[in-house]
């Protein structure tokens, strides 16, 4: 019987032995799962993270492209507008090097002597003028050299004075509560009575 114990005892020992061996496998595949599940869920994450980027980079192009479209047409509406007060425009050739040297194209609206050249921040302002695009929108104001000047008063000015009557009239009826900056858009958009 003792040998049987003895058997008994060491096979018993065994399954203990074998049943702890078989919880910490378990338990290390429980652990490698949980390793795994986050190794894939930071993949995943990190999968989300660059695609959000690309649809941002995405939209951060098409914004650009669509800003660049609009400054076009608006140029392109500024050109046509100087083109129709000072004759066809032609644009200046730029070398290599003068575009290295950041040198800016130059615009040129009708030819011969009468012809007036522009940079690209002219034909904008000169455009919008032509357009009647610059007036005050706000109720404020700063004050301007012309209105220090004359007191506010359009009519003390020199440009006033040497307006021909039917000028001044022709101002009067389309700005009856007229400004300085209303004579100064009057003044280029209409030619005077030569």
Do not use: C, H
Not at 9 to 33: H, N, P, T
Not at 176 to 187: A, D, Q, V
């Amino acid at each position: 019987m003792a040998k049987r114990n003895l058997y008994q005892a060491a096979m018993k020992s065994g399954q203990s032995s074998s049943r702890y061996s078989s919880y910490l496998m378990e338990a290390s595949k429980v652990g490698d799962e949980l390793s795994f599940i986050k190794r894939k869920s930071d993949f995943e994450t990190e999968k989300f993270g660059k695609l959000a980027g690309l649809i941002s980079s995405g939209l951060e192009l098409t914004s650009t492209l669509y800003g660049g479209y609009k400054d076009a047409e608006e140029f392109k509406s500024k050109v046509k507008a100087l083109e129709g007060q000072y004759g066809k425009m032609s644009k200046s050739d730029l070398s290599f090097l003068d575009k290295l040297k950041g040198k800016e194209f130059e615009y040129t609206f009708g030819e011969g002597d009468s012809a007036k050249t522009f940079s690209k921040a002219g034909v904008i302002t000169q455009g919008g003028l032509a357009l009647g695009e610059f007036e005050l929108k706000n109720n404020f104001s700063k004050p301007t050299l012309l209105k220090e000047a004359t007191g506010g008063d359009y009519k003390s000015t020199i440009t006033w004075s040497q307006m021909e009557e039917k000028d001044r009239s022709k101002f009067l009826d389309l700005y009856p509560e007229g400004t300085e900056s209303n004579l100064f858009s009057f003044i280029n958009k209409y030619k005077f009575s030569e």
